[in-house]
């Protein structure tokens, strides 16, 4: 039945993606550059350590994206957006390092098509970046430079059909049928099933697989929104529980994301998250806090973000190493990155 049903959803999409539009239609192009230099302020620049690139080079906090040392590349972006009054498509391609963490091949970020039924009605098909969560991929979208643990362990795109409906002025729903988080080609012919209710610019997100956990993200709950405080102050807020389907390692978290304007040109903000786990028959799992306090100086299309941030974790864990190359619970870092819009 599952599969029937998932069979027809997409025979209407593309049925409905296939009818002609006579209305002019409008492409334009976007995209974004980044690059940055990067030191740790508690260790060397190089150590063989339990978070690093993987090569036993320089340790990082065990997140997504900027963990190389000295001057390092983020990524190029560019996207193609072909828009009419009715329909249209985008083409979102990444390259280099950032890109390449993020995405499964091909240097696709989003490919997808989409139709307006109506003022409050919205399909569309492919390839997506989530829903969940507070950061997302591009720099460009983030405050922060660096990224939290809950977005580094959620899901980071999706390939679907998603429904996005507008309920009223303050009310919005979205719902989705996907392939199995992060996975293009469904060759274990599972699904996953999303959702989302919106309501003033907050957001209650949902997402379910049944997949084996080595493939599949199992269930998540995930909150994102934020608040105006006055017209210089905002204050930004995500909290999310993941469940695995066969109860392995698990995650939990919030976080937290002052964001202060002290001119039109520069700002100041802080991500201070609380992220954890469990597992089955484990008792003693680690819980990390981080403390991120950013800088955003804007010269027209060129942003340039100072960072300092500090990441501590408890329950005797010491994945890190000092200055003296011991082992320590912490690490701090600098980063420096600048960011080209266009």
């Known amino acids: 039945m599952k599969k029937i049903i998932t069979l027809s959803m997409l025979f209407m999409a ?15 192009i976007s995209g974004s550059v980044d690059a940055y230099y990067k030191t740790n302020l508690t ?4 150590s063989n350590a339990f978070f690093n690139d993987g090569d036993g080079g320089a340790q990082s906090f065990g997140t997504s994206f900027a963990n190389q040392t ?4 983020g990524m190029a972006n560019i ?3 072909y828009e009419g009054d009715e329909t249209g498509a985008v083409a979102d391609l990444v390259f280099g390092p950032r890109g390449e963490e993020a995405i499964t091949g091909l240097n696709v970020n989003q490919l997808y ?3 307006n039924v109506s003022d409050d ?14 950061e997302v991929i591009s720099p460009t979208g983030n405050f922060n430079y660096s990224t939290s643990h809950l977005f580094s362990n959620g899901p980071f795109s999706h390939t679907g059909l998603k429904a996005d409906f507008t309920l009223s002025d303050d009310f919005s729903l979205m719902v989705a049928v996907m392939n199995v988080t992060d996975v293009d080609d469904n060759i274990t012919g599972d699904y996953a099933f999303g959702a989302q209710l919106g309501f003033k610019g907050q957001f209650l997100n949902f997402y379910y697989d049944g ?3 080595d493939v599949g993200l199992g269930f998540e709950i995930d909150y994102t929104g934020g ?22 390692f698990s995650f939990y978290g919030v976080a937290l994301y002052p964001q202060y304007s002290l001119s039109d040109e520069f700002g100041l903000g802080l991500r201070g998250e609380y992220f954890g786990g469990h597992q089955k028959d484990v008792d003693d799992i680690p819980a990390v806090l981080g403390l991120t306090l950013t800088g955003s100086y804007s010269i027209n299309n060129l942003t340039f973000k100072p960072e300092i941030r500090l990441d501590s974790w408890n329950n005797d864990l010491e994945p890190f190493v000092d200055n003296d190359l011991e082992a320590t619970s912490s690490l701090a870092a600098f980063t420096l990155a600048a960011i080209y819009s266009f």
């Open 121 to 134: 009605f919205k399909l569309t098909i492919g390839r997506f970046n989530t829903y969940l969560g507070y």
């Open 113 to 115: 098509a989409y139709w």
């Open 43 to 46: 260790s060397t620049d190089v």
């Open 79 to 81: 996207i193609a957006s």
């Open 70 to 73: 000295g001057f390092a590349l």
């Open 14 to 28: 593309t049925a409905l993606f296939a009818q002609e539009e006579t209305t002019e239609k409008k492409l334009s």
């Open 211 to 213: 997949a084996d956990s």
């Open 227 to 248: 608040f105006d405080i006055s017209d210089e102050f905002y204050l930004g807020i995500n909290a999310a529980y993941n469940l695995e389907n066969d109860d392995d």
